[in-house]
């Protein structure tokens, strides 16, 4: 699942990413222009959902994790209907 969102940095500026992976705690996302920080704040917002807020845990070239301030139900953004079963996702696999 890949999914358009827009992250506010702290300095003020804001850009698109690309979420691929979404979890209860955190996200994992690429972005085509700089990367942020280790330690960054950020802000996630995805549609009509409230901004999401969190600290960036890892880098890796254009990927990144987010550690979210609070839980998130990944079902929010799985379009499928609500009687089909639901892979759990992993945040900070492949070794993250």
């Not at 850009?15 to 979890?23: A, G, K």
């Not at 079963?85 to 900070?92: K, T």
């Amino acid at each position: 699942m890949i999914v358009a969102a827009t992250m506010n940095r702290e300095q003020g500026t804001a850009q698109e990413i690309l979420i691929r992976n979404i979890s209860r705690r955190g996200l994992g996302a690429r972005t085509h222009q700089e990367p942020p920080r280790l330690g960054e704040r950020v802000g996630i917002r995805i549609d009509a959902v409230p901004e999401i807020t969190g600290t960036i845990r890892w880098v890796n070239g254009d990927q990144f994790g987010i550690l979210l301030d609070q839980d998130l139900d990944p079902a929010l953004f799985d379009p499928r209907p609500d009687d089909q079963p639901r892979p759990g996702i992993d945040l900070f696999g492949e070794g993250h």
